[in-house]
């Protein structure tokens, strides 16, 4: 298939086969790891388009070329991690830039943007799901950059990113969405009005635990290029091999995502429904406070969550120590599902006035909910919740 007619697929057929065709020298119907720094050229300054492997490499287009098909946009830069992409963006707007975001973002992100780049630009901490704020905000601190993730890690707040857009383009402010959660198979924030997105591939997108990834997509070739040069001269370009794999995981990015759905809002239910659960927070419950705008703008809800256990440190503690199936561990977004405490683990970054303004409490579990049988992993939590009561 040639690539406009890839470009008329669906989604679950777009993963296997944008970026896909098969290797024109061989037939092989996987494409070939690209091992090589280098590339020969027939006379001075004449060659194929690739020279040299920080700046492109045929593994890692084909990966670049699928995952703009997937998210909808003209050009993807795939990057050696999801915070490299950040940093990259941060690179890219003038120094001294207003960047506006979440309150709840990623805690690496809030590091990032606290501990390095703190005297470079300004941030301004908002809650971007109150559109009227976003507005307020945008008029007091005339920013550069909007940044926004949606739903967040770990309150699974919501953004209506065609709202907030249709603000930010009024006041000529650009928007990045960090959309790692979602994947771009559940949510395409371009679409949506959105000028960048952000991917930490290490999780969905990848989906096996075995990679550490990221990527920005968007439609402004100016800015593209602008994000290219930046990656050639800063160096974060992701290795070949890591890109074969990610090639690799990103194939069954459709079903893996329908299953981790499939299993999660049941796991929300059984949760919410449990004597020793305070509540439970999934964008795919109609408790969820903002049910609806999730509903209109992604096209599934994932399998991350989180819940409050009634209780203590210790008994979250307890709890965490004594469950089996569920692994201990950061991360996310793998076929394997993981359990963590964000306010000793993922979120220990973030000072702890700061967690308790914003909800992630002692007693706050997070869970991403992977593709086992669902019985088993009910099982594991029910067996866990009696052994600690
Ligand atoms: C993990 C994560 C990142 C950072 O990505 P890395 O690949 O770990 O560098 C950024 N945003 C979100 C929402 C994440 O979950």
Redesign the pocket.
């Known amino acids: 298939m040639n690539k406009s007619q890839i470009k008329g697929l669906k989604k679950a057929s777009r993963v296997i086969h944008a970026g896909g065709h098969p290797d024109s020298e061989t037939g092989a119907i996987i494409p070939p790891i690209y091992q090589t720094t280098t590339y020969v050229q027939s006379s001075p300054g004449v060659h194929k388009g690739y020279e040299y492997t920080r700046s492109h490499n045929p593994t890692r287009t084909r990966l670049e070329e699928c995952l703009a098909s997937l998210e909808e946009a003209k050009h993807a830069v795939v990057t050696a991690?999801?915070?490299?992409a950040?940093m990259l963006v941060m690179h890219a707007i003038p120094a001294g830039s207003t960047v506006l975001l979440s309150d709840d973002v990623?805690g690496?992100?809030y590091r990032l943007f606290t501990t390095v780049f703190q005297d470079i630009h300004n941030f301004v901490f908002i809650n971007t799901t109150d559109i009227k704020e976003v507005e307020k905000k945008i008029k007091e601190h005339k920013p550069h950059l909007l940044w926004i993730?949606t739903p967040t890690?770990p309150l699974l707040k919501i953004t209506d990113v065609k709202k907030v857009t249709t603000i930010s383009k009024k006041y000529k402010v650009k928007t990045l969405v960090?959309n790692?959660?979602m994947s771009p198979y559940f949510q395409n924030p371009l679409t949506l009005g959105a000028d960048i997105v952000?991917h930490?591939?290490?999780?969905y997108i990848n989906g096996h635990s075995d990679v550490?990834?990221?990527a920005l997509m968007l439609n402004d070739k100016k800015l593209y290029e602008k994000i290219w040069k930046l990656q050639n001269s800063l160096g974060p370009s992701q290795s070949p091999f890591d890109s074969w794999l990610v090639l690799r995981g990103i194939k069954t990015l459709a079903i893996r995502m329908e299953a981790h759905q499939k299993n999660a809002l049941q796991v929300a239910k059984f949760l919410e429904s449990h004597p020793m659960v305070e509540k439970v927070i999934y964008p795919g419950l109609k408790s969820h406070p903002q049910y609806k705008i999730a509903k209109s703008q992604m096209s599934g809800f994932g399998g991350m969550m989180t819940f409050f256990l009634k209780g203590d440190i210790k008994k979250s503690k307890k709890f965490l120590s004594k469950i089996k199936l569920f692994s201990l561990a950061e991360?996310?977004g793998g076929v394997e599902s993981l359990i963590e405490h964000p306010a000793i683990m993922t979120h220990a970054s973030i000072p702890k006035e700061t967690r308790e303004e914003l909800g992630i409490t002692d007693n706050l579990i997070r869970l991403s909910v992977g593709i086992e049988n669902v019985d088993d992993l009910i099982n594991d939590l029910d067996t866990t919740l009696k052994a600690i009561r």
Request: glycine share 18%; charged share 15%; no cysteine.
């Open positions: 991690s999801g915070i490299s950040a990623y690496g992100t993730e890690n960090d790692t959660f952000l930490s591939m290490t999780k550490v990834g990221g991360s996310l």
